[in-house]
Nanobody
Framework: QVQLVESGGGLVQPGGSLRLSCAAS????????MGWYRQAPGKERELVAL???????NYADSVKGRFTISRDNAKNTVYLQMTSLKPEDTAVYYC????????WGQGTQVTVSS
């Protein structure tokens, strides 16, 4: 089992920044992918960004150039630095861990509004 603890969501004005963190603990396979998905009201969950232990990154087109994913493999923690936030970025952001199995965090709300 893998447990994921997310933090860093909140309310921010358009153009602002937020940083999300997700720490994994438990039975962690050394080679894995961690990252973020989001789900807005009435919409399906969608990929935001993923990063492997080897360093490869994958971003949704809608966040390229604004969001940056990084990770600390020693701490089994992934980060999402979000800048130039837009109202359409408002969603619940979920951390995902993919090793032998797939695990999800409980979600953290990000609201972009003036």
């Amino acid at each position: 089992q893998v447990q994921l603890v997310e933090s860093g969501g909140g309310l921010v004005q358009p153009g602002g920044s937020l940083r999300l963190s997700c720490a994994a603990s438990g039975s962690i396979f050394s080679i894995n992918t961690m990252g973020w998905y989001r789900q807005a009201p009435g919409k399906e969950r969608e990929l935001v960004a993923l990063m492997s232990t080897g360093g490869s990154r994958n971003y949704a087109d809608s966040v390229k150039g604004r969001f940056t994913i990084s990770r600390d493999n020693a701490k089994n923690t992934v980060y999402l630095q979000m800048t130039s936030l837009k109202p359409e970025d408002t969603a619940v952001y979920y951390c995902k861990f993919q090793g032998w199995n797939e695990y999800w965090g409980q979600g953290t709300q990000v609201t972009v509004s003036s």
